[in-house]
């Protein structure tokens, strides 16, 4: 399986094209889209997401990783190798928690090059193309990397932002459920916001934070919109109360 | 064929997941996206899209519906085989029009569950899986259940409603055309509209309401939007006039 | 390959049924969305967009191609067969384009008529089965037309206006960059712009213009939005200074 993570969107020409090349040069093989809308030219924030949302598929999954805003530049195209998953992407940070979080990884300098490679569409023209090989079992031309080359050593364990807002209005952090202490309480936009189990065990309007579906802390408001009632959105700061 | 009917959208992580479990339990079973952007937690409304939309499809068919407000509190897990195709959803209304359209039909109650169950997340979780089994021929544990049980049988058999504004701004009624008399007028936001075959047979910016392809009454301004024009939305109430 | 350019959306119920369709009629042949966001009801502006990201597909790929305004009315179904390609439309003008910058094209209306055609939804009802009858290798009953019987001679070679914005803001217009001078200045909302390799080559904030991935000269701002800085939209005029 080929997993899709951008933020591309589905709508326009960039996703459709991906796919043509995938299905192309990896017929068979089925492409899901996970997310078309991670944080926009964003990649310290997406970093948080796709470690959450990646470690849900299983082994042998390739997964395509598009937040790209140094296209045409000269950041390395990277495979990175973590727990038997392959994750194919740019250097800019995107594969830092993911590589954190592995138990084992090994990271790739991709150096094959496709005969046409536009300036500002790696995605289709490298990115695609590399993971349909590696979907099929091949292996483009790649340099094992010294890891320290791609770290970023600097950026948390965890984030305390939101990292995404879903169509219902919940709010994402870049923060895990399970290392936050069971009573913790979350404070966004100056509100104290405590755990419940879900939405439904809080009274109507209320702001709540739970554990979500992949593990991530998510501000939610029963029966209501958490961005709006609180002004969430992408990149906005959370703090942890004890 | 499975078809996905959510209020999920499709670029977020949710119907990637759902089509992820699809895939891999059910592989090379195609899967449609029939909505994804349902009456947002609205089983009522989305009920009535349901029944004129799904009807379309042919018997055999297995369609994932989730529309889910109450996930993760005591609403029951349903299979409702009508006319040949076979339903997976929660028990909360959205069924109530496909049940009381069919000639035939059967209602199930899920109980088979899996080994790993978030709180949020039944459409991936639970339905999806279910599905597949179901796209494979195989049966899921689950138990026929009295339809009383599920019933809303103070619901309308039509509803004199907006249920969906599609991308052109024309906005669909839970009203199917056929049950209306032919010079019915309708009223909304203290309009009288009148009948046409089709939006090209209108005078431009003119409203009008016309039988769409899946047999709703559906309000349109003839190059124009009629949810600005009229100021409708999901939910706006209609009426009908002789 | 069956690809799809239409202003339908993804998440409503048209690209669906649509696909629903070809899945049904041409098993097994990988369906691509292309554009489901194509300039909304604007055969014209579409008909560049199209001919510049459809050549990018290899001979024997179907592209169904859906703006269609007039659904309803007289106008004429067509196939365009061009340079190995086989396009699938309403005939608005949508396909000038691509004729005119064929090296060899016929044109043909389309006389198969389905058991059941609904006066709004021709996509799905007369294009789509008409497509899988071509991704399938048949011929659907369709007769060879003058194309002087389809053209629109006075649209231009290359459109001098915004005919695409996409979600990272940057405004694409009908222009092909190589038919442009090397120093080619474009005056977008009364500022100049000029060319840049890549967007990363230019500060950040400033306006460039630059040919994108599928040869169309495309106006953004580095780390920023051209549409928001420059006031573009679909429809934008943009002139051309030596």
Not at 17 to 33: N, S, Y
Request: aromatic share 8%; proline share 7%.
């Amino acid at each position: 399986m080929i997993v899709l993570f951008t933020d591309f969107g589905l709508e326009g020409p960039y996703t459709g094209q991906m796919k043509a090349v995938l299905h192309r040069e990896a017929p068979g093989v089925p492409v899901i889209d996970l997310f078309a809308d991670a944080p926009r030219q964003n990649p310290r924030a997406s970093a948080y997401l796709l470690a959450a949302y990646g470690a849900w598929f299983p082994a042998g999954t390739v997964l395509v990783c598009v937040i790209d805003p140094g296209v045409g530049g000269a950041r390395r195209a990277l495979i990175l190798e973590a727990d038997g998953r392959l994750y194919v992407g740019p250097d800019n940070g995107l594969f830092e928690l993911v590589w954190r979080r592995a138990a084992a990884a090994r990271v790739f300098e991709i150096t094959w090059r496709p005969e046409q490679l536009s300036a500002s569409f790696h995605g289709r023209d490298l990115f695609a193309p590399v993971a349909a090989r590696l979907a099929r079992g091949e292996r483009p031309a790649a340099e094992l990397l010294s890891p320290e080359l791609i770290r970023r050593a600097d950026w948390p364990d965890d984030l305390a932002e939101i990292v995404y807002v879903d169509r219902y209005g919940n709010a994402l952090t870049g923060l895990r459920a399970a290392r936050l202490p069971a009573d913790a309480v979350l404070i966004a936009a100056g509100r104290r916001i405590a755990r419940a189990r879900t939405f439904s065990d809080t009274p109507p309007g209320t702001p709540l934070w739970y554990e979500n579906s992949n593990g991530l802390a998510e501000i939610a408001v029963n029966l209501g919109r958490a961005d709006e009632a609180l002004g969430l959105e992408t990149g906005s700061k959370i703090e942890i109360a004890a």
